[in-house]
């Protein structure tokens, strides 16, 4: 599929048109990557930041929220509890924070790689190679990393780099993938200043790089950042062509990336699901995901770990998350994963 033909099924309205969309793809993931559902347990680490991502309300200018940094023994609890519901990995997720210190993390991945069968994945920001490279050989599996947009000026506009360093994130990931991580990225639909052909271009870069796992979710705006605040107007593309932070744009692009990427694997969001807490899941899952990634955060720090507001399932248990995902798996008609679920070998 060629850009100008991702960017036309991008803006199709036409619902009988778009029902071919959904069922190729569905039709795509279920011969490519087959009826497992993947359940990786999230863990947020920390929400202590020093970027300033104008679209995240956990950035570092963000006012009014309670910063925290779990204990690695708290950590470590998370991982098991994740292995007892099942799970085949753990995500670690965080701020950029280096108050969380290369060696920490490292005795925490140590400790979960040598004590479960749980795959490893960290999602802690830009990060030195040496320490990535101490990670990995901690054990670490999978690095997700979001480019968050294939637009340069786009990039520097929502996401500064750091006096004196220049963010280059796609860098990074190919660098990740050298050291022998599979490699996670993704971007946010509708973000402002986002135009349907930088949307079609992420999609296709998506497929340029081979991504391994490819998250997309809906732009959610928070009021304590500058594209969420009183603002947000003035940083909006022109009528007609900034990209509309709704559900089924959201699904378009998940669509259209497991058509380019058949064998990715594709969460689909809590970001979609907080969008639409009825169904935002599983249609996610319908049309093109195979991968979900329950909570498994203690309730106390799931609120403060707000990096857009009403967040999907902040105030469960991770037990209670389980059992809504289980049951939303197979009300589709889907079979909850076994195993790692690393990327299928093309
Ligand atoms: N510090 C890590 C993790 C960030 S949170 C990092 O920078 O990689 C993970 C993802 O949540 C981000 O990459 C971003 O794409 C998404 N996100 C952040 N703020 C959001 C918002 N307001 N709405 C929707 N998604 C958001």
Redesign the pocket.
């Known amino acids: 599929m060629q850009r100008d033909e991702i960017l036309h099924w991008l803006k199709e309205t036409d619902e009988a048109r778009l029902e071919e969309l959904w069922a190729r793809a569905d039709a795509v993931r279920k011969e490519r990557v087959g009826d497992e559902v993947h359940l990786r347990g999230l863990i947020e680490i920390g929400n202590y930041?020093v970027?300033q991502?104008a679209?995240?309300?956990?950035n570092a200018c963000s006012q009014g929220i309670t910063r925290y940094r779990m204990a690695t023994e708290e950590i470590l609890a998370c991982a098991r509890e994740a292995h007892r519901l099942g799970y085949g990995s753990v995500v670690m997720?965080?701020?950029?924070d280096p108050g969380f210190k290369a060696e920490t993390i490292a005795a925490i991945v140590r400790e979960i790689k040598t004590t479960t069968p749980l795959a490893v994945t960290l999602?802690?920001?830009?990060r030195e190679d040496d320490e990535l490279r101490l990670w990995k050989e901690a054990g670490a599996d999978r690095y997700?990393?979001?480019f968050?947009t294939s637009d340069p000026a786009l990039y520097d506009h929502i996401h500064p780099s750091l006096p004196g360093t220049l963010s280059d994130r796609m860098a990074q990931l190919e660098r990740m993938r050298d050291m022998g991580y599979e490699i996670g990225t993704?971007?946010?639909v509708g973000i402002p200043g986002q135009t349907w052909d930088i949307l079609a271009q992420d999609i296709d870069t998506f497929r340029d790089y081979d991504m391994d796992m490819i998250?997309i979710?809906?732009?959610?705006?928070?009021p304590r950042?500058p594209?969420?605040g009183p603002d947000a107007a003035s940083h909006m593309a022109p009528e007609g062509l900034q990209v509309p932070n709704d559900e089924l744009t959201t699904l378009k692009a998940v669509a259209l990336t497991r058509l380019v990427c058949p064998q990715s694997n594709i969460p689909s969001t809590t970001?979609l699901a907080t969008l639409d807490p009825k169904a935002g899941r599983e249609l996610g899952l319908s049309r093109g995901a195979n991968v979900v990634m329950p909570n498994v955060t203690p309730p106390e720090y799931r609120v403060l770990y707000e990096?857009?507001p009403g967040k999907a399932c902040v105030h469960e248990t991770a037990q209670v998350c389980h059992g809504c995902m289980e049951a939303r798996i197979r009300s589709i008609g889907r079979v909850m994963g076994k195993g790692p679920g690393g990327r299928k070998a093309s």
């Open positions: 930041c970027r991502c679209y995240c309300g956990i997720q965080a701020g950029e999602s802690l920001g830009e997700l990393l979001r968050e993704g971007v946010m998250g979710g809906p732009f959610l705006p928070s950042t594209l969420g970001a990096i857009y």
